[in-house]
C-alpha cells in the first residue's frame, strides 16, 4: 500500500478564495482524522470519522471549515473563505485498531 | 489541563547517548499508546505502539506504559544524529489525542 495520499502538497491562496485539500486513507482503514499543525499550538484534532460517518467535529475551529467522506477511499478538507490564521500544515491520517499512519500533509499558505 | 502533557524541551544529546523522553496523562479511557517521530517538514511516523502496562523494544527503542501512573516513557539507546527529530506520544480512545512533542538533537 503506498500510505495516506495527501494532495496537493504545497497550497498558496489569497485570503477569501475557497482551499479545498484531499485524502485517499490506506485501504481497509476505518478511521479517518484530519490534524492542523502549527508551530504555537501543535497537532490539533479537527474532525474524524468512523466508516465514512462524521463522529466528532468539535474541533474544526469555525463554520469556515467543512470536511467530508463520500466513500471509504477520499475525504476532502474544505476552508471557505480562508484566512491567514489558517496558515498550517493540515494531515490526514488513517487508522485501524489504533495504529494511525499519516500523510505527509498539504503546507497551506493564505496571504 | 490538557489530556496529555509533555516536555517539548528542546533535549539536546551527545551521539551514544541514551534519549529519555516521557508524557504523562489524565484520561483512563486511553487504550493504545504509541509514539510518533517526526522530521522536519514530513508527517509524522508512527515508532512504537503498545496497548498494555509493561515495556515493549524494537532495536534501539524501549516503550514503557504504567497505566496506574497514568505515565508512559521512551527511551533510545546509543542515540544518532539520525535520530534528532520531534518525538510525540499519542494515545487512543477512538480518537488521537497528541503530546506536545519533544525536539530532540543528537549531537556528533
Known amino acids: 500500500d503506498a500510505g495516506v495520499i495527501q494532495s496537493p502538497r504545497h497550497e498558496v491562496t489569497e485570503m477569501g478564495q475557497e482551499v479545498t485539500l484531499r485524502c485517499k486513507p490506506i485501504s481497509g482503514h476505518d478511521y479517518l482524522f484530519w490534524y492542523r499543525q502549527t508551530m504555537m499550538r501543535g497537532l490539533e484534532l479537527l474532525i474524524y470519522?468512523?466508516?465514512?460517518?462524521?463522529?466528532?467535529d468539535s474541533g474544526m475551529p469555525e463554520d469556515r471549515f467543512s470536511a467530508k467522506m463520500p466513500n471509504a477511499s477520499f475525504s476532502t478538507l474544505k476552508i471557505q473563505p480562508s484566512e491567514p490564521r489558517d496558515s498550517a500544515v493540515y494531515f490526514c491520517a488513517s487508522s485501524s485498531r489504533g495504529r494511525a499512519f499519516f500523510g505527509q500533509g498539504t503546507r497551506l499558505t493564505v496571504v | 489541563q490538557k489530556e496529555v502533557e509533555q516536555d517539548p524541551g528542546p533535549l539536546s544529546v551527545p551521539e551514544g547517548a541514551i534519549v529519555s523522553l516521557n508524557c504523562t496523562y489524565s484520561n483512563s479511557a486511553f487504550q493504545y499508546f504509541m509514539w510518533y517521530r517526526q522530521y522536519s517538514r514530513k508527517g509524522p511516523e508512527l515508532l512504537m505502539y503498545t496497548y498494555s502496562s509493561g515495556n515493549k523494544e524494537d532495536g534501539r527503542f524501549t516503550a514503557q506504559v504504567d497505566k496506574s501512573s497514568k505515565y508512559i516513557s521512551l527511551f533510545i539507546r546509543d542515540s544518532q544524529p539520525s535520530d534528532s527529530a520531534t518525538y510525540l506520544c499519542a494515545m487512543y480512545d477512538y480518537k488521537l489525542s497528541f503530546g506536545a512533542g519533544t525536539t530532540v538533537t543528537v549531537r556528533a
Open positions: 470519522f468512523n466508516n465514512n460517518v462524521p463522529i466528532d
